[in-house]
């Protein structure tokens, strides 16, 4: 960025590169005109962008030495004009009334409008925590599809964050559970519970951090990070409420163990769904000596051998077909079934490292 006679001069690229994360941090259909805006800004020494939504708040930051200024821009707007352009660089000139921004051939206009009612971020943070981006990344995304929808049950919309001993991820919806252990290298204990939207939020800003984030921790949750470009920092509201004791959930014995691959698996189940009721699709285990899928409709049904392992006695076992495919799609390799019996909890474990998931079976006569 350099210091044009009467023009903020920008690399195109660059701030494209910011702009892009924070589309997920505007409300394009805001009331509120700030919420659908990005904020630039510049002390002369650091230039920064942010948005906020009302419930997140993101910012980049970079060492610039450019001439003061502090703007708001639609971002949604703001984003596809220099996405469809070409040019290396681009010019904002503050007007009277409006921001005018040239860029190859063209002359743009954004109206101005008061930046009074922009709120301030209420940071209350008592722990923090230094993790490794890529890990912490990926422990998100191996639990987050299993948070409930059931908006009447606000704490099971989420991840829990646990800090104990080991750091634990946790998502359950009632019917199905993922969790995902890390170290905890801090003497950090507590819990707290980030909202499905914003995690799948910060899994896609994660994914460009690169090295250490600092996870901080207290009414809201910030998360400072450093991605090729600029250091940034992303900020959320947490839900309140109590997240279940999940660890008393899991299973510590089995009387019946079934291994299988992942792929096969879920070839075989998506085959089969074919032949199950389409509003709540059933299929059927039947273990024994040969094991084997059973589905059926009032309209046709079908049965397929299944290449495994089994180990236990004969047993019957009935399972949401989609629910469980969303669980296999989350992990690969080899997977074993520990079963106690046809009405409790299943745990599977896959090949993943510290990585546990369980599902309820449907009960049947």
Not at 86 to 113: L, M, P, Q, R, V
Not at 225 to 253: C, D, H, M, R
Request: glycine residues 4%.
């Amino acid at each position: 960025m350099n210091q044009a006679t009467n023009a903020l001069v920008f690399d195109r690229k660059k701030i494209l590169s910011m702009l892009a994360a924070h589309q997920n941090n505007i409300d394009k259909k805001a009331i509120n005109a700030l919420f659908s805006s990005v904020r630039l800004k510049s002390d002369a020494e650091t230039f920064t962008i942010s948005s906020m939504d009302g419930e997140r708040f993101l910012e980049h930051k970079t060492q610039e030495k450019m001439q003061k200024c502090d703007m708001y821009l639609p971002g949604f707007s703001f984003y596809e004009l220099l996405r469809k352009s070409n040019d290396e660089t681009f010019e904002i000139i503050e007007e009277e009334k409006n921001y005018t921004i040239k860029i190859g051939h063209g002359e743009f206009k954004f109206s101005k409008f008061s930046n009074k009612n922009w709120p301030e971020w209420v940071d209350a943070y008592g722990e923090t925590i230094e993790l490794d981006a890529h890990e912490f990344n990926n422990s998100l995304k191996l639990v987050r599809w299993a948070a409930s929808n059931d908006e009447a049950r606000p704490f099971l919309n989420g991840v829990c964050i646990d800090a104990q001993e080991s750091l634990n991820m946790c998502a359950t919806d009632g019917l199905r559970l993922a969790l995902k252990t890390m170290p905890n290298k801090t003497q950090v204990r507590n819990a707290w519970i980030m909202g499905r939207k914003s995690i799948n939020d910060l899994v896609k800003l994660l994914d460009e951090a690169k090295g250490t984030i600092k996870l901080n921790l207290g009414k809201n949750a910030c998360i400072e990070f450093k991605t090729e470009t600029a250091s940034a920092v992303w900020k959320t509201l947490l839900i309140a409420g109590k997240f279940p004791q999940y660890q008393k959930i899991i299973p510590t014995s089995s009387v019946a163990k079934l291994s299988i691959d992942t792929k096969d698996f879920i070839d075989v189940i998506e085959r089969m769904m074919i032949f199950a009721n389409t509003n709540q699709p059933i299929i059927t285990l039947l273990l024994g000596a040969q094991c084997s899928i059973l589905a059926e409709s009032a309209l046709s049904s079908g049965t397929h051998d299944l290449e495994c392992t089994y180990q236990g006695p004969e047993m019957k076992i009935s399972f949401n077909a989609r629910l469980l495919l969303e669980m296999l799609n989350n992990i690969s390799g080899k997977i074993t079934f520990e079963i106690n019996n046809p009405h409790s909890p299943v745990l599977i474990n896959g090949e993943i490292k510290d990585a546990t998931f369980i599902l309820a079976p449907v009960k049947r006569d």
